[in-house]
Nanobody
Framework: QVQLVEFGGGLVQAGGSLRLSCAAS????????MGWFRQYSGKEREFVAS????????TYADSVKGRFTISIDNARKTVYLDMNSLKPEDTAVYFC?????????????????WGQGTQVTVSS
């Protein structure tokens, strides 16, 4: 079984920054990619960013390109999402995710395991 636990959500003013962390534990396969998704109230979960298991390849949703950065520390089994120039429309619950194909298929269907989610609120 795999457990993903997110940290770092909170309230920030527009233009500010936040760092989300996701610690993985359990039986994580070496070829599992990691990703972040977000969900607006009443909407479907959407892709934000992903990173290959090596950390070499990253993919971003157009809405966050140039503002968000995903990174991974394999020694600590932790993935990060650095969010800069935050906008009110970034307000959502952010979920950490893992799956073999997450870095290739940026969609919820590629996810094998989910974290519990962390709330990010950006005030205007």
């Amino acid at each position: 079984q795999v457990q993903l636990v997110e940290f770092g959500g909170g309230l920030v003013q527009a233009g500010g920054s936040l760092r989300l962390s996701c610690a993985a534990s359990g039986h994580i396969f070496n070829n599992y990619a990691m990703g972040w998704f977000r969900q607006y109230s009443g909407k479907e979960r959407e892709f934000v960013a992903s990173i290959s298991e090596s950390g070499e390849y990253t993919t971003y949703a157009d809405s966050v390109k140039g503002r968000f950065t995903i990174s991974i520390d394999n020694a600590r089994k932790t993935v990060y999402l650095d969010m800069n120039s935050l906008k009110p429309e970034d307000t959502a619950v952010y979920f950490c995710a893992t799956g073999i194909a997450v870095s290739i298929v940026p969609h919820t269907s590629a996810v094998d395991y989910w974290g519990q989610g962390t709330q990010v609120t950006v005030s205007s």
